[in-house]
């Protein structure tokens, strides 16, 4: 079955430490997007990519760095310049859409917490 | 930048019973698509439904239908009937209908409980 897979579903950071969450999706889908939930705050949006080698910042970026090699992954590393890591990341993709709104399919999650 | 604005962070409904989420958004924009997610306890992201902004008619889907007031900028979801399985934290969430594919904009949710 196509779908989006998200790992490790939990994952701790040190101080200090850099972590990457993994993303990738057989859906063959053109886009891929990450968001940070926090409890009470809803889904923000970290940053997204429509097309390989090619990506953009959302609304709370700092702290974060992500790459698109390929158009099946987009893997998000959690710098130690993000002070605050501690949360739920989701990663969506979705088809390049135009006259017809294409859908986001969401992963299953990763929870990240502070040691 | 849009936004979306949900009022009621935390909602109840007896089974079988009517609710309604409240969902308001700012834009600029004339063409835009709307959504509304149900997360459960299971943190997954389900798609419940969707309104293009074009569209007069309000969408449904089964027990789910939402109430479009476009030159208010409403946007509302309806669940009838309401089930134990409905209980979860429900977003709305706000999409630009320009060129290629945009980011959704969500609320902060709102959470519903279902009592028996």
């Known amino acids: 079955d196509g779908g989006i897979t998200q790992s490790p579903k939990y994952l701790f950071r040190k101080e200090g430490q850099n972590v990457t969450l993994s993303c990738e999706q057989n859906l063959n889908h053109d886009a891929m997007y990450w968001y940070r939930q926090d409890p009470g705050q809803g889904l923000r949006l970290i940053y997204y990519?429509?097309?390989?080698?090619?990506?953009q910042k959302g609304d709370i970026a700092e702290g974060y760095s992500v790459s698109r090699e390929k158009k099946e992954s987009f893997p998000l590393t959690v710098t130690s310049a993000q002070k605050n890591p501690t949360a739920f990341y989701l990663c969506a993709s979705s088809k390049l859409g135009t006259a017809v709104d294409q859908p986001q399919h969401f992963g299953d999650g990763t929870r990240l917490s502070i040691l | 930048a849009q936004t979306v604005t949900q009022s009621q962070p935390e909602m109840s409904v007896q089974e079988a019973e009517t609710v309604t989420l409240s969902c308001t958004y700012d834009?600029?924009?004339?063409?835009?698509?709307l959504f509304w997610y149900k997360q459960p306890p299971s943190r997954q992201m389900i798609l419940v439904i969707r309104q293009e902004a074009y569209k007069q008619q309000n969408a449904t889907e089964n027990r789910f239908s939402v109430n479009f007031q476009k030159a208010a900028k409403s946007f509302s979801l309806k669940i009838s009937d309401s089930q134990l399985g409905d209980a979860a934290m429900y977003f709305c969430?706000?999409?630009?209908?320009?060129?290629?594919?945009?980011?959704?904009?969500f609320g902060k949710g709102t959470r519903l409980s279902v009592i028996a």
């Open positions: 969430a706000y999409r630009s209908a320009m060129s290629g594919n945009t980011p959704l904009v």
């Open positions: 834009t600029s924009e004339s063409d835009y698509y």
């Open positions: 990519s429509q097309i390989v080698n090619d990506f």
